[in-house]
Every structure is written in C-alpha cells, then in structure tokens.
C-alpha cells in the first residue's frame, strides 16, 4: 500500500467517547471513506460513512472486505466495573473474544494497519515504577483492577499478533486518563474518594490526555500508518490537592492507609461495589509516563497541558 492510496478506515466501538472523537476528527481530514462498527448509532452526523449496527464478538471480516478496509481502529471494549467475580469475569471474556475476533477478521481481510488503544494501567502503580515510565518497563497491573487488568491482557494479545504478522503493522497505544469538555462526568470518579494526606505533605502528580489530542495524534497514525508501541500523555502534570480543589471535594480528609482500609473493607463487605484497593493504588502511586519515543516517531506534541486538560474537564463537569 502506498503512501496515495485512500484511506478506508474502519473504527469499532465508533460511537462511544474516543470512537466519536475519532470520527470527527477522520472527517474533518477528508481521508477517505469510513466505515463506523458499533451497537449503537453515531452521536451525530459523519460524512462519507457506513454504518454497521454490530457486537464485534462476531467476526467482521465480510464488513472489511466488502469495503476494502486498509486501517482499523479497535476501541470497542466494555469498561463496565463490578465487585462480582462472576460479572467481572465475564465483561473480561466479552472484551477479550471481541478483540480476537477483530483482530482474526483483519488477517483474513487483508487489512495492513491496526492501532489498538491500551492503557497507562497496565503498567501497574506500584511504589518503585520509575519516574518517568517508558515503553520497556514491565507490566504488572493488579487483577484486582479489572479495567487495568483487561487492557493488559488484551494488549499481551495485540503485541503477540504483532509478533506473529508480518504483512500488517501494528500500533499499540498506552494513554493516561483522556479527558476533555465532553468527557463522561464519571471519569472523575476514581478521586472521589476520602481525600488522602499525610505528615510528608502527601500531594502526587497525574498526567492526563485531552480528547482533541488524542483524536489528532490517532488521526496522524492513521495517516502515516506508524507501527510501534507508544505511551501518550500531555505535556507538564496536575498536582493532587490542584485536583481535589478543582472538583470542590468536600470529602473528609484521611491518611492513605485508613482510607485504603475504608474503601478496601467497604469493597469486600458488598457495602460498595464502585472501588477496591487496586484503584486507590492508583492514586497512592500514579503512574507518570514518558512520551519520547512517541514524539520522536510521530514530532507530535500535545496542543493542551495536563493542567489544562482537567480544567477544560472539571468545567464542563461542573457548569
């Protein structure tokens, strides 16, 4: 495929947060046609689309090559949370069966590109990752968090098939939190917590990833077809007491191991079923990501600072 060829790209999970994002941003770049796999229509008008009402946990690949599909972008994947092993185990199966079916449909499509969007979390928030995470680092997420838990091994699947294909290239793209003014309001969830501090001062950093800059940046892998392993994050850091003052927290304010102890106890009792002690690691330890290798392949840098993210969040959110 050369560099003139048209791009058809093909998107699953088109219609939720990134997937809509993506599709505006494809549009707006007039690259060619797309073509939208979900189980729920678009949230608005796309020029040049097909629209395939679908559950990716069957194969797709009569869709991909009735329209000669070159690109796809995987997003499909539930994230829906649940302290019941039984559910929990089988949103995993859910996620896990769609992406290889996918992934199967482009090998016997013929399609030569796939990005599949992975996760920070996948790394693991541990007290002894470095500072700043690369790409080589090893993954070592909690099965306890089972988002983070899901993304790692979907993406143990995704680098395998990059391993074994070598007529197709493969991206893989590991962001922080994306946020952005039409963001889900339930992102901001996993700092409701009891507000955590302590006698050293306790306020850690966050990265976070604008919505419009992760549009651009899968829009330009899409455009230059760039394979390759990549961590995403926007410039600079938000500080934790910048957050919780920015979400007016008015939460009671406990050290880290009493309120590690309360959400831990609360989970195991069925008391709630919203959080566990693998996502209050995350804030404990948060994993902060270094972007070089992907600004090196790709000379892309974030329009919005992580600062700047959360603001343009938190506004919308609280409006």
């Given at each position: ?127 002894d990752n470095p500072i700043p ?120 304010t406990l050290p880290p ?63």
């Amino acid at each position: 495929m050369t560099s003139e060829t048209p791009k058809i790209v093909a998107i699953t999970g088109a219609s939720g947060y990134v997937g809509s994002r993506l599709l505006q941003q494809l549009e707006e770049k007039n690259l060619g046609k797309l073509v939208a796999i979900d189980t729920k229509p678009p949230p608005f008008p796309i020029h040049n689309i097909a629209i395939y009402r679908r559950d990716v946990e069957e194969p797709i690949d009569d869709l991909l090559r009735h329209h000669r599909v070159n690109t796809l972008v995987h997003l499909a994947f539930d994230s829906q949370r649940s302290s019941n092993r039984a559910e929990v185990c089988r949103v995993r199966q859910r996620n896990l069966t769609a992406l290889q079916n996918t992934l199967d449909s482009c090998v016997s499509a013929g399609v030569g590109h796939v990005i599949y969007l992975s996760s920070h979390t996948i790394y693991g928030a541990h007290p002894d990752n470095p500072i700043p995470i690369t790409e080589h680092a090893p993954l070592r997420p909690s099965s306890d968090f089972a988002f983070g838990y899901d993304k790692f091994l979907s993406d143990q699947i995704v680098t395998d098939f990059a391993d074994h294909q070598n007529n197709i290239k493969v991206t893989i793209l590991r962001p922080c939190a994306v946020l952005g003014p039409s963001a889900p309001r339930d992102l901001i969830r996993v700092f409701m917590h009891p507000r955590l501090v302590d006698t050293s001062g306790y306020n850690p950093f966050f990265q976070f990833l604008h919505e419009d800059d992760l549009a651009q940046l899968l829009t330009l892998l899409v455009m230059q077809a760039i394979p390759g392993v990549y961590n995403l994050a926007g410039e600079g850091v938000a500080f934790y007491q910048e957050i919780t003052q920015m979400i007016q927290s008015k939460l009671p304010t406990l050290p880290p191991f009493v309120a590690t102890q309360i959400v831990k106890s609360t989970w195991r009792l069925g008391i709630q079923a919203r959080s566990n002690r693998a996502e209050m690691d995350l804030l404990r330890y948060p994993i902060l990501l270094s972007t070089v290798k992907l600004e090196q392949a790709t000379g892309y840098h974030p329009r919005y600072t992580s600062l700047e993210t959360l603001t343009a969040f938190t506004n919308s959110v609280l409006l």
